[in-house]
């Protein structure tokens, strides 16, 4: 099992940026995919970026696209999101997670199939 901090989060004026972190931590993951959800107040987790298990590819969810960018170290040991021009719809608690399975190549966008998940940092936006 991998254990997963986030930090970075707190309250931001619309259009401003915040950089959340994941510090990963137990057993190698270096062949599993990652990513970020949210869960907005009233709202069902939801996916909003994912980094293949080899750093080759990124996903964004369609909301996010061309405003946020998900990377990592060299170590693969944190996972970043630069969130840029953030919006009052963004306000959730956001989480990152590791996949069940390896070797995927693909990063999957149900919450179902990431097995490790950090305890959450919120994230609220001002309009």
Do not use: H
């Not at 959340?20 to 709202?43: D, E, H, I, V």
């Not at 069902?44 to 405003?67: L, P």
């Not at 990152?96 to 966008?109: D, G, M, S, Y």
């Amino acid at each position: 099992q991998v254990q997963l901090v986030e930090s970075g989060g707190g309250l931001v004026q619309a259009g401003g940026s915040l950089r959340l972190s994941c510090a990963a931590s137990g057993r190698t993951f270096s062949t599993y995919n990652m990513a970020w959800f949210r869960q907005p107040p009233g709202k069902e987790r939801e996916f909003v970026a994912g980094i293949s298990w080899n750093g080759r590819n990124t996903y964004y969810a369609d909301f996010v696209k061309g405003r946020f960018t998900i990377s990592t170290d060299n170590a693969r040991n944190t996972v970043y999101l630069q969130m840029n021009s953030l919006k009052p719809e963004d306000t959730a608690v956001y989480y990152c997670a590791v996949e069940r399975l390896p070797w995927r190549a693909v990063v999957p966008t149900r919450a179902a199939d990431f097995g490790s998940w950090g305890q959450g940092t919120q994230v609220t936006v001002s309009s």
